[in-house]
């Protein structure tokens, strides 16, 4: 006698929605821009000089990267100089932010998530997925949070297969 048993995917059949914040990654190169390599002995920006190299420098090395702008020194950089490289950097960059490459990356998910149309969660249990091959900032966890909190059934972090319960809404 055959006996023959059905295997059940109760995953499958959990009804649970997986978000994977790795869907929502710029894959584009990231450039750290350190305007201390500007500064007369590292120490002070020289104005006239900044001009001429604002002026003269080869922009489009930064056609379709990610730019982070900082400066590694103590020196006390004006604004306007931030600005004076924005400026020239926007025609070529897809993304630029003042702060470390932390900072870009969490500034590039949160324009990446802003996209999500929270509606399309409504009423739904979600697992935000955990592990990956690439390095999510916590930030952008807190986001999606913030985000599908105030419409899904409930949020949950891991695999579909073993989560830690986030949010569960009381009906």
Wanted: aromatic content about 10%; proline content about 4%; glycine content about 4%.
């Amino acid at each position: 006698m055959e006996i023959q048993e059905n295997i059940v995917n109760k995953v499958a059949n959990s009804g649970l929605i997986s978000l994977n914040l790795e869907d929502f990654y710029d894959s584009g190169a990231r450039v750290l821009y350190d305007i201390k390599e500007n500064l007369f002995h590292g120490l002070i920006l020289k104005e006239k000089d900044f001009r001429d190299f604002i002026k003269n420098h080869d922009w489009s090395q930064y056609q379709d990267k990610n730019v982070a702008i900082i400066c590694s020194t103590d020196a006390i950089v004006p604004t306007w100089a931030y600005m004076l490289l924005a400026n020239r950097m926007k025609p070529f960059a897809k993304e630029i932010v003042f702060g470390d490459l932390s900072t870009l990356e969490a500034v590039m998910f949160s324009k990446a998530l802003a996209k999500i149309n929270p509606e399309d969660y409504r009423d739904e249990r979600v697992v935000v997925k955990g592990c990956g091959d690439i390095d999510i900032p916590v930030s952008a966890y807190v986001e999606v949070t913030n985000l599908l909190t105030p419409v899904v059934k409930s949020i949950m972090f891991g695999e579909p297969c073993s989560t830690v319960p986030v949010f569960k809404r009381k009906d």
